[in-house]
């Protein structure tokens, strides 16, 4: 298994747990992100865990496991990864503009009638 990029983890983990149609055991987690057993479920273990404490992910206690959910799915992993970075900035506009200024032209447009609602 080849070595992931930071975060990418967390990613493909509420990737699955976005498109599970229940909440979901770490072993479920792990068997469906990897049949061959490869990714240890330790791994997986406190991967959930550090979501369920950054609030990404839900939690609740089915028999002796912990079942977790994505109330908010890979979008809202990122926007609470964006949201964290920006807190620790303390010049938010210039991070801001530069951001905006980034954007190609439709998602600019995106922001912009978001914005407007």
Sequence with gaps: MSR??????E???MTVLGTAERPMTPGEVRDRLD???????ST??????????KGSAS???DGRAFRY??????AGLVADRMSRLLSDEAD??????????????????????????
């Excluded at 992931?4 to 983890?9: H, I, K, S, T, V």
């Excluded at 049949?35 to 479920?41: A, F, I, Q, V």
């Excluded at 959910?69 to 890979?74: R, V």
């Design 35 to 41: 049949p061959t057993g490869e990714l240890s479920y």
């Design 59 to 61: 939690r609740h206690r």
């Design 11 to 13: 990613t493909e983990i």
């Design 4 to 9: 992931r990029r930071p975060g990418q983890l």
């Design 69 to 74: 959910g994505a109330p908010h799915g890979p």
């Design 44 to 53: 997986v273990v406190t991967t959930l865990t550090r979501l369920y404490e």
């Design 92 to 117: 938010r506009a210039s991070v801001l503009r530069r951001f905006v200024g980034n954007l190609d032209a439709k998602d600019e447009q995106l922001l912009r009638d978001l914005l407007s609602e």
